[in-house]
């Protein structure tokens, strides 16, 4: 569990830095504190077991860190992001 815990912080903290350099605004929802905020997450998500991090756009599914790092990867953050 350690394990998994240190890579979603990894993966949160490039999501928070790319956003951050590209002055994109942002808010973190620690799910970890209420668990209608998880059951909310995976409500969106469409997946009734997917993990943090997710992506969102207000209420509009973005995707989660794979396709975060493909949209990054492809130079089509903006796209993703639904900017």
């Known amino acids: 569990m ?3 815990s240190f890579q979603m912080k990894k993966n949160q ?3 928070f830095s790319v956003l ?10 620690d799910i970890t504190q209420n668990s209608e905020d ?3 997450m995976r409500k969106k998500a ?8 997710q ?3 207000g209420d509009a599914y973005c995707g989660d ?7 990054i990867e492809n130079e089509e953050l903006e ?3 639904k900017l």
């Open 46 to 53: 469409n997946n009734p077991t997917a993990l943090p991090p």
């Open 38 to 40: 998880k059951d909310l």
């Open 2 to 4: 350690k394990c998994f």
């Open 79 to 81: 796209k993703f992001l």
């Open 65 to 71: 860190i794979n396709a975060f790092n493909e949209a």
């Open 13 to 15: 903290e490039r999501i």
């Open 55 to 57: 992506i969102f756009n």
């Open 20 to 29: 951050t350099s590209k002055n994109i605004p942002f808010k973190q929802v």
